[in-house]
């Protein structure tokens, strides 16, 4: 399987000197940052009411004592409690499903365990994919017509012409993580697409080659596919042997050609893995199916250049260290022939 899409951009704070719009709750990672765009929306709508909005109102609408207190969730300096976040689903006019939305991104941005974390925007993934599904802004037989992991690894490991694998199988050999209605589900998609078949013994094999995978893929659903198979990532990291897996990271501090320059050099690197193991296939069989993930991504924002006058003053003190230094050494040198010469 081979997937490439670029990813929608975050959402920016509001500008309260341009018209804007209610913020969606479904374009947020960041919890706070949502409630801090809600509050800047509903205070420029109002501004030339006789009371415009503010943080007292927001309170009095969540039954909350404290009036700044949604000041302090914005500003980080107070976490949501499990109540709370029922209180600020009102304030905030969510729908059921909209709040249960809020809780799973208030339990991902408040939890303070990577895997944890992995684990809510998973869950959060899943959760608005559906919602989308349901209001129909994604097409369903769309959706469904395009494989989930579980498909392409069925496909990798039937690949190649030695493969005796038969439907009973298949749950084994992809070690439990898929349930039976799953790969159910991904055989019989296969097999209606053509691009699965099965023999008179009913052993599986490869049809047709699959069709390349379509620009109009949503996004939502690479996404999902993504985070399935870093998920699956994550698994191996506790569950394979250093011997069966190849985990390794590196953190850089890069500029912005750097950056570019690296990931075309990893994309070259996946195309050529691909084209490599794919004639290796022709010739010889597999023996286990791997995935491997590539991942480069922004772990800070961009640091602040530092200004000329300062840089050139910052060299200087370097360079005045090691004039001073070279003395220093200079005049232990000198001592030390002086001491030899008297000796």
Do not use: C
Request: glycine content about 4%; overall charge neutral; proline content about 3%.
């Amino acid at each position: 399987m081979d997937i490439q899409k670029n990813s929608e951009a975050q959402p920016a704070q509001l500008d309260q000197n341009e018209a804007v719009l209610a913020p969606e709750l479904g374009n947020y990672l960041n919890y706070r940052l949502f409630l801090n765009d809600f509050y800047l929306y509903r205070k420029k709508i109002s501004k030339n009411d006789l009371r415009p909005y503010n943080y007292q109102f927001f309170s009095a609408a969540a039954n909350i004592k404290s009036p700044n207190y949604l000041k302090m969730i914005i500003e980080g300096r107070r976490n949501l409690s499990e109540d709370m976040i029922g209180k600020f689903g009102r304030a905030l006019s969510l729908s059921k499903d909209q709040t249960e939305e809020f809780r799973i991104l208030v339990r991902m941005n408040q939890s303070e365990d990577t895997s944890e974390r992995n684990i809510f925007l998973k869950t959060l993934s899943e959760f608005r994919v559906e919602q989308k599904l349901k209001s129909g802004q994604i097409d369903r037989r769309a959706w469904e017509k395009i494989p989930n992991w579980t498909a392409w690894v069925i496909l990798a490991v039937v690949d190649q012409p030695s493969a005796q694998v038969r439907m009973s199988d298949l749950r084994a050999i992809l070690r439990d993580k898929a349930s039976e209605d799953e790969i159910e589900k991904a055989v019989s998609g296969l097999l209606g697409s053509g691009q699965l078949s099965r023999d008179s013994r009913g052993l599986l094999r490869r049809g047709r080659a699959h069709s390349e995978t379509p620009e109009d893929v949503p996004v939502a659903l690479v996404r999902k596919l993504q985070a399935q198979l870093m998920y699956l990532g994550l698994e191996s990291l506790y569950h394979d042997a250093p011997t069966e897996r190849e985990f390794g990271t590196l953190t850089l501090n890069l500029t912005k050609d750097e950056f570019a320059e690296i990931k075309f050099k990893l994309r070259q690197m996946r195309k050529a893995i691909h084209k490599d193991t794919s004639i290796a296939r022709m010739k010889t069989a597999g023996e286990r199916v791997y995935q491997l993930n590539i991942q480069l991504f922004p772990v800070t924002d961009k640091i602040t250049a530092v200004n000329a006058d300062a840089q050139n003053e910052a060299q200087a003190e370097v360079t005045d260290t090691r004039s001073v230094e070279s003395l220093l050494q200079a005049a232990s040198d000198a001592a030390r022939i002086f001491i030899d010469h008297t000796q």
